[in-house]
C-alpha cells in the first residue's frame, strides 16, 4: 500500500508475482498518529479491498506522515497485531528506492507535500524535510503555487504586469482580479484548494513568465538542498529516485532538480520513477513473507 497526500494505492500480488487486484482510494481521513488508529485504518482498508478467497501473507505500507524511525517501527507491530501478519510501514518516500529495484538510495518525492528518505546500505531510514506545505515542503504543489502567488502579487503590486503568471492564476483560481486571487488564496488556505492550481504556474513558465521558470527553479533547488542534508549526514548510496504527482507530471520540476543534484553532487545519479511506487511496498512486502510461501 502506498498512502499519499490524494490517493491511497493498493495492490495484491500472489507469491509468484501474479496481481489479484490493485485498487485506488481517495485518502480522505487518513492520519498517522496515533497509532494503533492508523494500524485499525490500514487494516480494514486492506480487509476492504482483499480480493476474495485469498488468505494474506504480509503487509507492507509507505506512508505519509510516518516521519521517523521510532514512528515507523511502532506502527509496523501496532498493524502486524491488527492483520494478524508480518507488517512494515516506512515513509511514502522510502519506497521508491525498491520500486527502483535497488537496495539504497534516496528517494524525493514533490506531489502534494514533499520529503527526501535516504534508504541506508544496511538498512535504517534518514529523513530530511517533510514539515508540511504551510512552513515547507517546498517543490511541492501547493507550495509551488504559494510562491507564485506571491510573486505574481508582488509584481503587481509595482505596476509591471508584463508577466503573465498573474494571468493564468486568476484564470486557475476562477476570480476576476488580483484582489479576488489574494482572497482566495487566503481565506481558503488549504493544500486541496491550492495544489490543483499548480499546472497554471508550469504553463506560465512555458509561454515566457520570468518568474514562474523563477519559482519552478528555487522548488527544485529546495528539492537538492534535501539530497545534500541527507548525504552530509552519511546517507550512502549512488542513487536519487525521484516521484510524487509534481516531479513525474511537470519535466520542467524534473530537470532543473536533476541539473541542481548532479551540479553540486556529481557522484550521484538521478532517477525519475517509471514504476508506481506501490511496487517499492511489493517488494518490502515480499521480504516478509514466511520461507514456506516465498
Known amino acids: 500500500m502506498d498512502i499519499g497526500g490524494t490517493k491511497t494505492h493498493l495492490r495484491f500480488e500472489t507469491p509468484d508475482g501474479r496481481v489479484l487486484a490493485d485498487v485506488v482510494d481517495p485518502t480522505d481521513t487518513w492520519s498517522a498518529t496515533p497509532v494503533d488508529q492508523a494500524a485499525r485504518w490500514i487494516a480494514g482498508l486492506v480487509e476492504r479491498h482483499r480480493p476474495a478467497g485469498t488468505v494474506l501473507a504480509a503487509v507492507a505500507v509507505g506512508a505519509q506522515g510516518c516521519d521517523d524511525e521510532h514512528h515507523c517501527a511502532e506502527l509496523s507491530h501496532a498493524l502486524s497485531a491488527a492483520a494478524g501478519v508480518p ?176 551540479r553540486d553532487h556529481p557522484g550521484l545519479t538521478v532517477h525519475l520513477l517509471s514504476e508506481p511506487p506501490v511496487t517499492g511496498a511489493v517488494a518490502l512486502a515480499r521480504r516478509l513473507q514466511p520461507e514456506e510461501q516465498t
Open 87 to 262: 507488517a512494515e510501514v516506512t515513509n511514502d518516500a522510502a519506497l521508491l528506492v525498491p520500486a527502483a529495484g535497488l537496495t539504497s538510495g534516496i528517494g524525493v518525492i514533490a506531489g502534494t507535500g514533499s520529503i527526501a528518505v535516504a534508504v541506508r546500505p544496511g538498512g535504517g531510514l534518514m529523513f530530511a524535510g517533510g514539515w508540511g506545505w504551510v512552513i515547507g515542503d517546498e517543490g511541492s504543489a501547493p507550495a509551488l503555487v504559494r510562491e507564485a502567488v506571491r510573486a505574481a502579487l508582488t509584481r503587481n503590486d509595482t505596476g509591471d504586469g508584463g508577466d503573465v503568471l498573474l494571468a493564468l492564476l486568476i484564470e486557475a483560481f476562477g476570480v476576476p482580479d488580483a484582489v479576488g486571487l489574494a482572497r482566495s488564496v487566503n481565506d481558503v488556505p488549504t493544500a486541496e484548494h491550492w495544489a490543483p492550481k499548480a499546472p497554471a504556474v508550469f504553463a506560465a513558465a512555458a509561454r515566457g513568465s520570468a518568474d514562474a521558470r523563477a519559482v519552478i527553479r528555487a522548488g527544485a533547488e529546495s528539492l537538492a538542498h534535501l539530497v545534500g542534508v541527507l548525504a552530509a549526514r552519511g546517507a550512502g548510496g549512488t542513487d536519487v529516485v525521484a516521484a510524487g504527482g509534481v516531479m513525474t507530471g511537470q519535466p520542467d520540476l524534473f530537470s532543473a532538480f536533476r541539473d541542481a543534484v548532479t
